[in-house]
């Protein structure tokens, strides 16, 4: 095999950046616990905001509805502002709260960020599990194998 076919392996610090580890589920502070997160859904923009910055709620289905919901709030909103009167003082009404609660949970994810991701456990991978092999004893397999023919 030559020099130029080997794949080198990744290094620590490549290693860390393409899969960020997830903190412990007992670090989750109150706004990401599920008690708290899943009641919160009505409340438009909260609960989209909580699963696009949260670690804990990464998966594709989740941010994918996440986004949806913001987004589609976020037109409705404008439409109903558009409309002016009642309509657009009963969207107000209706946003107001997800707005405070969004503004107080993300003071509070600021603020708490950097400690509870401290707590993170790095992601296993399977290059990590799989022991290099020493460049001595591939060479002494090298000459047994020649050895052989």
Known sequence: MSQENRESPPR????????PAAPPEEAKPWY???????PMIPFWPLWSILV??????????????????????????YFRMQEGGTVALSTVAWIAPGLVFTVVTQAHWIR?????????????????????TPARSRRALRRRARGRR
Do not use: K
């Open 12 to 19: 620590q610090g490549e290693q860390a950046e393409e899969s």
């Open 52 to 77: 696009i910055r949260s670690p804990w709620h990464n998966g594709l289905v989740m941010g994918a509805l996440a986004w949806a919901w913001l987004i589609v709030g976020g037109g409705l909103t």
């Open 32 to 38: 990401y616990q599920y008690w708290f997160l899943y």
């Open 112 to 132: 708490n960020r950097r400690r509870i991701m401290e707590t993170a456990r790095p992601a296993p991978s399977p290059a990590a599990d799989a022991a290099p």
